[in-house]
Nanobody
Framework: VQLQASGGGLVQAGGSLRLSCAAT????????MGWFRQAPGKEREFVAT????????YYADSVKGRFTISRDSAKNTVYLQMNSLKPEDTAVYYC?????????????????WGKGTQVTVSS
C-alpha cells in the first residue's frame, strides 16, 4: 500500500489549507485513517483520525474546532481541512492507515504511512 499526501504549503497565520491523502489500492477502505504531524526536533504527534465508515472522528485537543478530517471511501482518500492555522501548526503532516476499523491516537495503531507533506504557517 502506498499513500500519497498532498496539499501542503506556506500560508499566513489565520489561513487555511486542505490536505489530501490517497491510497493506491482499497486496503484502507475497511480501516481507520489518520493524520499525524512532526515538527523539527519534536516527536510525531497525533492530529486526527476517522473510522472506516467515516461516522466517527477524534481530534487532538490542539486542533479541535479548527481542523476537520473526512474521507471519501470511493476514492480511498482522506482529507484534513485546516482552518485558523497558527505558527505552531508548522510541521510535516503524515497520513496513515489504521490496523483496524477504528484507531486512536497512538502511531502503533497504524500500519501504513505516507511520506508526508510540509505545512508552514508564518506569523
Amino acid at each position: 500500500v502506498q499513500l500519497q499526501a498532498s496539499g501542503g504549503g506556506l500560508v499566513q497565520a489565520g489561513g487555511s489549507l486542505r490536505l489530501s491523502c490517497a491510497a493506491t489500492r482499497r486496503t484502507g477502505s475497511n480501516n481507520a485513517m489518520g493524520w499525524f504531524r512532526q515538527a523539527p526536533g519534536k516527536e510525531r504527534e497525533f492530529v486526527a483520525t476517522i473510522n472506516w465508515r467515516g461516522d466517527s472522528v477524534y481530534y487532538a485537543d490542539s486542533v479541535k474546532g479548527r481542523f476537520t478530517i473526512s474521507r471519501d471511501s470511493a476514492k480511498n482518500t482522506v482529507y484534513l481541512q485546516m482552518n485558523s492555522l497558527k505558527p505552531e501548526d508548522t510541521a510535516v503532516y503524515y497520513c496513515a492507515v489504521g490496523r483496524g476499523s477504528h484507531s486512536g491516537g497512538s502511531p502503533t495503531q497504524y500500519a501504513y504511512w505516507g511520506k508526508g507533506t510540509q505545512v508552514t504557517v508564518s506569523s
